[in-house]
């Protein structure tokens, strides 16, 4: 479970208890757990938290970062602008400048201080994939302001993500198929 306490309006310089945030971690062995990460994302923009969901690895129905679909007041949510949802490290160029522009996007708005909440969805996928660097985002994590919380998913997550993680949710199936 995720908790998430809103940071104060004003510059956490001037509070005695400034509010870290928190790098959180869910993974599983199989793709498809994303509900209860995306209800948490629910229940914190309900509660008037600005919150943004990137699923790096989705396409399908024509997004991208100049269509976000907006969920409640405070729940933006950007898929990749790609005619298909990415399964192979092999992409077109088309698809990877699409790639890299949702990995910028989601940088710049996260360093302007839009969100309090990010979940980047699959992100382990396109390190694996080599479609995002491992470096690029151990940097946005230790660059990104003090009050954010980031919430990556998937399966495989690279070691040196885990060992920075606050929390590691690992989800198992409890019964053999």
Same mark, same amino acid.
């Given at each position: 479970?995720?908790?998430?306490?809103?940071?104060?309006?004003?510059?956490?310089?001037?509070?005695?208890?400034?509010?870290?945030?928190?790098?959180?971690?869910?993974?599983?062995?199989?793709?498809?757990?994303?509900?209860?990460?995306?209800?948490?994302?629910?229940?914190?923009?309900?509660?008037?938290?600005?919150? /943004?969901?990137?699923?790096?690895?989705?396409?399908?129905?024509?997004?991208?970062?100049?269509?976000?679909?907006?969920?409640?007041?405070?729940?933006?949510?950007?898929?990749?602008?790609?005619?298909?949802?990415?399964?192979?490290?092999?992409?077109?160029?088309?698809?990877?400048?699409?790639?890299?522009?949702?990995?910028?996007?989601?940088?710049?708005?996260?360093?302007?201080?839009?969100?309090?909440?990010?979940? /980047?969805?699959?992100?382990? /996928?396109?390190?694996?994939?080599? #479609?995002?660097?491992?470096?690029?985002?151990?940097?946005? #994590?230790?660059?990104?302001?003090?009050?954010?919380?980031?919430?990556?998913?998937?399966?495989?997550?690279?070691?040196?993500? #885990?060992?920075?993680?606050?929390?590691?949710?690992?989800?198992?199936?409890?019964?053999?198929?």
């Amino acid at each position: 479970m995720v908790s998430h306490l809103q940071a104060p309006a004003y510059s956490s310089s001037h509070s005695p208890y400034p509010i870290e945030g928190l790098v959180q971690v869910f993974t599983c062995p199989h793709r498809g757990f994303f509900t209860s990460v995306m209800a948490e994302a629910l229940r914190i923009a309900g509660q008037g938290t600005p919150v /943004l969901v990137v699923q790096f690895l989705k396409g399908g129905i024509n997004q991208g970062i100049d269509h976000p679909m907006r969920l409640g007041q405070n729940l933006d949510w950007i898929r990749c602008d790609l005619p298909r949802c990415i399964d192979t490290p092999q992409l077109e160029e088309g698809e990877a400048q699409s790639l890299e522009s949702l990995w910028q996007y989601t940088r710049q708005v996260v360093f302007q201080g839009q969100y309090e909440l990010v979940v /980047l969805d699959e992100l382990s /996928l396109a390190i694996n994939f080599g #479609l995002i660097s491992e470096s690029a985002v151990l940097s946005f #994590l230790r660059d990104r302001p003090g009050h954010v919380d980031v919430i990556l998913t998937g399966p495989d997550m690279p070691r040196s993500l #885990l060992d920075i993680a606050d929390q590691i949710t690992e989800l198992r199936r409890s019964h053999q198929p």
